[in-house]
């Protein structure tokens, strides 16, 4: 075996054969010829692939090795790190898209030969993106012998997929196996944030200002929001982690259409703290888009204390995030536009009061748009856009700061959850875009004029004025001693549920909801022979072909994702498919009338059958789904017992704090499908009872919500 081969984990091999990790610790005790550990741990040992692969094939477990995980694996196991091998990945992909008979000339030698012709190659391609002050450094022959294989594959990857797409699903898989590693800014949410600097540009043409096509990203992180741009004819980054920002760079390069120049755009990539070393101290661009870090104590308080930048007061030491803010200003151009995506607390911390003030004064600071939580990590916590303008010559302060609070946006039209209890994945991003975008559009349709004298406020508040949603407010109003900007603070709620009319229908549907419950209740239990009758596990039932047991994961296409929430919520399907990052060979599992659900996680003791309603959804996350065979086993039958508490128990395991389900080991006793249907029908009433309960506990819940706040507000009289 090569001292370069690539290693994989237990979990690798899992992953190229489609079995559980259990299945791979079985294999090694039961076989003597499967493949000895060549590194890592005794507890987390690692195997060559080849010799895994040959063993897979001839155990008849593995037909082919699909293309794509082969150079994960080859990736994911290079001697250097993932990340290197990543890096190197990017450089020759470069290669493959701007100079393909170049590299097939390359690749038409032995790997050692390669090895040695290759960085001249490479240095070229990227000295034509980067420039020779580059955050890519040219990988030299030594560096680049161990990735050759990957390299090949690679560029075989690209052939079928395109070198961008092949390239991004080698890097999204890398955030996704390293999750903690990296701070990701969401596709969506980076989207909305381009858009908000696109329609304040508009806005700015209109007024005669020339088009803004040089955008910054001085914290880039992964360069999602760089990736957002539409057609710019400069794109500059700042990051502070080298690595990071040399997959950053490779990532926008392959982007483009190709170098500097051939698409009208060029691309400037610098590693270093932005905030202590500026890699772009004289640059002055049109847009600003930023995913500051947060809360930073050792930001460089003390070093920066007379620095330039602080042209609206000098940060508190725990007010990072208002550094950012004067740094996204001072390197825009007078009138250009930043978008910052900020915690809540900085709208409000009085720390950070004094350069709020000035913020809104001097007209720099045009919106506050809170999102709803889910948004962007930290999920827990609804962040806040913040959108500036830099000031110009002869600027006249614009007199309103338009506050948008896109949280009841964003909530799916369940109604089944509030907001607290939404998350990433029940985010209607539509519905926050159309919120946000509308606001911010009429704001500047009535501001878009530097100077403007705010004349028109009648008409501007019927544009802006949502009540709950959206507001113009006067600075005037903000610049008190807290000067807090919060969204939510300023924006008048809605009439409460629609009014008193409104609580006079939940009522009503509430009395129907409790009489319906009293009709389900189910009656007295009658004595059962069932304990003495003779067991079966759904794993048995799945080799004998009754059933059949799947897991779901990250579901990509159009339709709508059942998630673990809405199984364990009783509510429709709200999650949002995923963009894959390369042609996938896995298509999302679409849900069947009939098939029962049950989460993984929690040791709860829920299981959901699929009706019409829900049928054609796919499966999400940690769900994992049990088709039964109607000629064999009911589903209601199969679902009700899946619920029993004894039967949870003893097929849970725990690992760490989570409790995990393992389907296989749930046992049914064996009956004819008649009785089985006999036991059905009474689950099926059963989960008709819990629904109505559950639609009863929502009912009451607006009702007195609605009273409190109808008489809170002066909406309701007392009785």
Same mark, same amino acid.
């Given at each position: 075996?090569?001292?370069?081969?690539?290693?994989?984990?237990?979990?690798?091999?899992?992953?190229?054969?489609?079995?559980?990790?259990?299945?791979?610790?079985?294999?090694?005790?039961?076989?003597?010829?499967?493949?000895?550990?060549?590194?890592?741990?005794?507890?987390?040992?690692?195997?060559?692939?080849?010799?895994?692969?040959?063993?897979?094939?001839?155990?008849?477990?593995?037909?082919?090795?699909?293309?794509?995980?082969?150079?994960?694996?080859?990736?994911?196991?290079?001697?250097?790190?993932?990340?290197?091998?990543?890096?190197?990945?990017?450089?020759?992909?470069?290669?493959?898209?701007?100079?393909?008979?170049?590299?097939?000339?390359?690749?038409?030698? $032995?790997?050692?030969?390669?090895?040695?012709?290759?960085?001249?190659?490479?240095?070229? %391609?990227?000295?034509?993106?980067?420039?020779?002050? &580059?955050?890519?450094?040219?990988?030299?022959?030594?560096?680049?012998?161990?990735?050759?294989?990957?390299?090949?594959?690679?560029?075989?990857?690209?052939?079928?997929?395109?070198?961008?797409?092949?390239?991004?699903?080698?890097?999204?898989?890398?955030?996704?196996?390293?999750?903690?590693?990296?701070?990701?800014?969401?596709?969506?949410?980076?989207?909305?944030?381009?858009?908000?600097?696109?329609?304040?540009? *508009?806005?700015?043409?209109? $007024?005669?200002?020339?088009?803004?096509?040089?955008?910054?990203?001085?914290?880039?992180?992964? !360069?999602?929001?760089?990736?957002?741009?539409?057609?710019?004819?400069?794109?500059?980054?700042?990051?502070?982690?080298?690595?990071?920002?040399?997959?950053?760079?490779?990532?926008? *390069?392959?982007?483009?259409?190709?170098?500097?120049?051939?698409?009208?755009?060029?691309?400037?990539?610098?590693?270093?703290?932005?905030?202590?070393?500026?890699?772009?101290?004289?640059?002055?661009?049109?847009?600003?888009?930023?995913?500051?870090?947060?809360?930073?104590?050792?930001?460089?308080?003390?070093?920066?204390?007379?620095?330039?930048?602080?042209?609206?007061?000098?940060?508190?030491?725990?007010?990072?995030?208002?550094?950012?803010?004067?740094?996204?200003?001072?390197?825009?151009?007078?009138?250009?536009?930043?978008?910052?995506?900020?915690?809540?607390?900085?709208?409000?911390?009085?720390?950070?009061?004094?350069?709020?003030?000035?913020?809104?004064?001097?007209?720099?600071?045009?919106?506050?748009?809170?999102?709803?939580?889910?948004?962007?990590?930290?999920?827990?916590?609804?962040?806040?856009?913040?959108?500036?303008?830099?000031?110009?010559?002869?600027?006249?302060?614009?007199?309103?700061?338009?506050?948008?609070?896109?949280?009841?946006?964003?909530?799916?039209?369940?109604?089944?959850?509030?907001?607290? *209890?939404? !998350?990433?994945?029940?985010?209607?991003?539509?519905?926050?875009?159309?919120?946000?975008?509308?606001?911010?559009?009429?704001?500047?349709?009535?501001?878009?004029?530097?100077?403007?004298?705010?004349?028109?406020?009648?008409?501007?508040?019927?544009?802006?004025?949502?009540?709950?949603?959206?507001?113009?407010?006067?600075?005037?109003?903000?610049?008190?001693?807290?000067?807090?900007?919060?969204?939510?603070?300023?924006?008048?709620?809605?009439?409460?549920?629609?009014?008193?009319?409104?609580?006079?229908?939940?009522?009503?549907?509430?009395?129907?909801?409790?009489?319906?419950?009293?009709?389900?209740?189910?009656?007295?239990?009658?004595?059962?022979?069932?304990?003495?009758?003779?067991?079966?596990? %759904?794993?048995?039932?799945?080799?004998?072909?009754?059933?059949?047991?799947?897991?779901?994961?990250?579901?990509?296409?159009?339709?709508?994702?059942?998630?673990?929430?809405?199984?364990?919520?009783?509510?429709?399907?709200?999650?949002?498919?995923?963009?894959?990052?390369?042609?996938?060979?896995?298509?999302?599992?679409?849900?069947?009338?009939?098939?029962?659900?049950?989460?993984?996680?929690?040791?709860?003791?829920?299981?959901?059958?699929?009706?019409?309603?829900?049928?054609?959804?796919?499966?999400?996350?940690?769900?994992?789904?049990?088709?039964?065979?109607?000629?064999?086993?009911?589903?209601?039958?199969?679902?009700?017992?899946?619920?029993?508490?004894?039967?949870?128990?003893?097929?849970?395991?725990?690992?760490?704090?989570?409790?995990?389900?393992?389907?296989?080991?749930? #046992?049914?006793?064996?009956?004819?499908?008649?009785?089985?249907?006999?036991?059905?029908?009474?689950?099926?009433?059963?989960?008709?009872?819990?629904?109505?309960? &559950?639609?009863?506990?929502?009912?009451?819940?607006?009702?007195? #919500?609605?009273?409190?706040?109808?008489?809170?507000?002066?909406?309701?009289?007392?009785?």
């Amino acid at each position: 075996m090569p001292e370069s081969s690539t290693e994989v984990t237990a979990a690798g091999i899992a992953r190229l054969a489609g079995v559980g990790r259990a299945a791979v610790s079985n294999w090694r005790r039961r076989h003597a010829d499967f493949p000895k550990p060549v590194g890592g741990t005794e507890t987390s040992p690692s195997f060559a692939l080849p010799e895994v692969e040959q063993w897979l094939r001839e155990q008849g477990k593995l037909a082919e090795v699909p293309l794509r995980e082969r150079v994960w694996q080859q990736l994911s196991g290079h001697p250097a790190g993932a990340v290197t091998a990543l890096i190197h990945a990017g450089c020759a992909l470069l290669l493959v898209r701007d100079r393909p008979t170049a590299w097939l000339e390359i690749t038409a030698v $032995s790997d050692a030969r390669m090895a040695r012709v290759l960085p001249g190659a490479l240095d070229d %391609v990227l000295t034509a993106h980067f420039g020779p002050e &580059r955050a890519v450094h040219t990988p030299d022959a030594a560096d680049l012998a161990p990735s050759v294989p990957l390299l090949r594959a690679a560029a075989e990857l690209a052939a079928g997929t395109g070198v961008r797409k092949a390239f991004e699903f080698l890097f999204v898989r890398q955030l996704d196996a390293n999750p903690r590693q990296y701070t990701l800014t969401p596709p969506d949410l980076a989207e909305l944030m381009a858009d908000l600097a696109e329609q304040d540009r *508009a806005a700015g043409r209109r $007024s005669g200002a020339r088009p803004a096509r040089a955008v910054l990203d001085p914290a880039a992180g992964t !360069g999602a929001l760089l990736r957002a741009v539409s057609g710019p004819t400069a794109l500059y980054a700042q990051e502070a982690d080298p690595e990071l920002a040399a997959l950053t760079a490779l990532r926008l *390069a392959l982007h483009s259409e190709g170098p500097a120049g051939t698409d009208g755009g060029a691309l400037t990539v610098r590693t270093g703290d932005t905030l202590r070393a500026d890699a772009f101290p004289r640059l002055t661009v049109d847009a600003v888009l930023c995913h500051p870090p947060f809360n930073e104590r050792n930001w460089g308080h003390d070093e920066l204390a007379y620095d330039p930048r602080w042209e609206y007061g000098v940060p508190a030491r725990t007010e990072s995030e208002l550094a950012w803010v004067q740094h996204a200003l001072a390197r825009l151009r007078d009138g250009g536009t930043a978008v910052l995506l900020m915690p809540p607390a900085a709208a409000s911390r009085r720390s950070g009061r004094r350069i709020r003030a000035d913020l809104l004064r001097r007209g720099a600071l045009r919106a506050v748009v809170a999102l709803p939580a889910g948004a962007a990590p930290p999920y827990g916590i609804p962040l806040h856009l913040w959108v500036l303008r830099k000031p110009g010559a002869g600027h006249r302060p614009t007199p309103e700061l338009l506050l948008v609070d896109t949280a009841e946006s964003a909530e799916p039209a369940t109604g089944a959850a509030s907001p607290a *209890a939404g !998350g990433r994945d029940r985010i209607d991003w539509t519905a926050v875009r159309s919120a946000a975008l509308g606001a911010w559009n009429a704001f500047t349709e009535d501001h878009g004029t530097e100077g403007s004298d705010g004349t028109g406020g009648k008409s501007r508040a019927d544009r802006v004025d949502r009540p709950g949603v959206s507001r113009a407010v006067p600075v005037i109003e903000l610049l008190d001693d807290d000067v807090d900007l919060a969204p939510a603070r300023h924006l008048p709620s809605p009439a409460s549920g629609g009014g008193a009319a409104e609580l006079i229908r939940v009522r009503e549907r509430l009395d129907d909801t409790l009489k319906l419950t009293a009709r389900l209740t189910p009656p007295p239990a009658a004595p059962s022979d069932l304990v003495r009758r003779p067991l079966t596990t %759904v794993g048995e039932l799945a080799r004998a072909g009754a059933l059949q047991l799947r897991t779901g994961g990250s579901a990509t296409g159009t339709a709508p994702v059942l998630t673990e929430h809405d199984v364990l919520a009783g509510t429709a399907p709200s999650g949002s498919p995923t963009a894959p990052a390369a042609p996938s060979e896995d298509e999302a599992l679409l849900l069947e009338p009939g098939d029962v659900v049950v989460p993984v996680l929690g040791g709860g003791s829920v299981a959901r059958v699929v009706d019409d309603a829900t049928a054609g959804a796919a499966l999400g996350r940690n769900l994992q789904l049990l088709r039964p065979d109607p000629a064999a086993l009911d589903p209601w039958f199969l679902a009700g017992f899946l619920r029993g508490t004894a039967n949870n128990r003893q097929a849970s395991s725990y690992a760490s704090t989570a409790t995990r389900l393992d389907a296989r080991r749930l #046992q049914l006793p064996r009956l004819p499908l008649a009785e089985q249907q006999r036991y059905g029908e009474q689950f099926r009433a059963l989960a008709a009872f819990e629904d109505a309960l &559950r639609t009863a506990g929502r009912l009451g819940g607006r009702l007195v #919500q609605g009273m409190y706040d109808g008489l809170t507000d002066g909406t309701v009289a007392p009785k």
